[in-house]
């Protein structure tokens, strides 16, 4: 029996499988809006996905996993009990007490203030795993960076089940925000980003019914 560790890819056979449990909607605006519940609803789909993500990080020596409010909340307690770590929450801000926060950051959805951690979750030299649902611009991601690298830690990678690559590095002409330079600019150019789907993949559009309202406000 092969002992070699499984590799997952991006976009790889178990991807194409989990974007058929991805829908998009229309959404605040935004005419695709993936929504994570699609998966969440089927047990199986969402253990697979917490365990591809346990496969990729259990031998990389992580100290903790850090969540971001609030989808992180959802994906990073079961992969953090999995590889026997502590879990972190990264929150808005007023949530939690004795905090330390990140400086205000923009998204797909507009300006949003910092998220925040407590003062003693994370200890100097620890490497973290921050987990979200799904990268775009990167404004979210980059919060919770700057509020490890503050706390004196390394973020080892940030893992989200979406990366929508439109961002990574879009033609200026293109107008849409540039997640590498973003990252560039905040010196935090060196923290790498892995997602498991990308929109290539993501072509499952959600059946609406005739009553459907886009109703969204924040997320």
């Known amino acids: 029996m092969s002992s070699e560790k499984k590799e997952y890819k991006q976009d ?4 194409r499988a989990i974007a058929e449990y991805l829908p998009y909607f229309p959404f605040k605006g935004i005419p695709r809006f993936y929504d994570i519940g699609g998966f969440l609803a089927e047990p ?15 031998d990389i020596g ?9 989808r ?18 990264m929150r808005k801000e007023g949530k939690m007490p004795n905090t330390i926060k990140s400086p205000e950051y923009n998204t797909e959805y507009g300006k949003r203030s910092g998220l925040t951690v407590q ?12 987990i979200d649902d799904l990268v775009a611009t990167g404004g979210t991601l980059s919060s919770a960076i700057q509020l490890v690298q503050a706390s004196g830690g390394k973020v080892v990678e940030c893992a989200c089940v979406v990366e929508l690559k439109m961002f990574i590095d879009p033609p200026a002409e293109s107008g849409l925000p540039s997640r ?11 923290v790498p980003v892995w ?6 993949v993501l ?11 886009d109703d969204g406000e924040e997320h």
């Open 12 to 15: 790889g056979p178990e991807a």
């Open 44 to 58: 199986e789909v969402f253990q697979q996905i917490v365990d591809i993500f346990v496969s990729r990080y259990a």
């Open 62 to 70: 992580i100290d903790s996993v850090a969540g971001l409010d609030a």
């Open 72 to 89: 992180g909340f959802i994906l990073g307690p079961p992969i953090a009990l999995a590889l026997k770590k502590p879990f972190i929450m």
């Open 119 to 130: 003062r003693d979750r994370i200890k100097e030299g620890d490497r973290v795993l921050v």
């Open 180 to 190: 590498t330079k973003l990252f560039t600019d905040l010196n935090i150019a060196d």
């Open 195 to 200: 997602g498991l789907v990308s929109e290539d």
């Open 203 to 213: 072509t499952n559009e959600a059946d609406l019914t005739k009553d459907y309202i």
